[in-house]
């Protein structure tokens, strides 16, 4: 199932924490745990002294190295560290690996309500439940666009646009059922 995957799984570049001034790469790829590192010295003499460094570890080499793992824990955080052990561990999120404009189109079939609980999930997906791209379509799908609704979709956006007309329809619904009670 593997086999489809690129070659590098997951990368990471950064600045050791304050006040260091070295820069760290962690790469995981198919097969290896590479975390590599660039000292970074102000002082003359010991420029020429700090050579890059780099480990490179198989999965359960690295599962086993806790002095490796408290370095990228101290260099990119808590979060990154669990998520390589997942990677190691075969514990791979291939939806999180999809393109965006596959996922918009996974996500157009959605229900209204479904879309809405989907964007809690994640920041990507958030941010493709709120984007234009989904919501232009679901308004032309569920009315008929006036050009004052294009001018508000291009002055908020399109999911607002689909909520306000979505909300004057039960407006104007509530107010032709209190006419007809009243008769």
């Not at 079939?109 to 920041?123: C, E, G, K, V």
């Not at 709120?130 to 679901?138: C, G, K, N, T, V």
């Not at 006036?146 to 979709?153: E, G, I, Q, S, V």
Request: with cysteine; glycine share 4%.
């Amino acid at each position: 199932m593997a086999s489809w995957l690129p070659e590098t799984l997951f990368e990471i570049l950064g600045q050791g924490p304050a006040p260091s001034k070295d820069y760290y790469q962690l790469l995981i790829t198919r097969s290896q745990v590479i975390f590599r590192w660039w000292k970074i010295s102000l002082r003359s003499g010991y420029q020429s002294s700090t050579k890059p460094g780099e480990v490179k570890e198989s999965y359960e080499d690295f599962l086993e190295n806790s002095h490796l793992q408290i370095q990228i824990a101290l260099v990119f955080g808590a979060r990154i560290l669990d998520y390589v052990f997942n990677l190691c561990e075969g514990r791979i999120d291939f939806l999180e690996r999809l393109s965006d404009n596959l996922l918009m189109i996974i996500i157009s079939y959605l229900d209204i309500d479904d879309i809405a609980s989907l964007s809690f999930t994640s920041h990507r997906f958030s941010k493709l439940c709120m984007s234009d791209r989904l919501w232009e379509p679901i308004v032309e799908a569920a009315n008929e666009i006036t050009p004052a609704m294009k001018a508000l979709a291009q002055d908020h956006s399109w999911r607002q646009t689909f909520f306000t007309k979505k909300l004057q329809l039960r407006k104007k619904k509530r107010i032709s059922e209190n006419r007809a009670g009243n008769q």
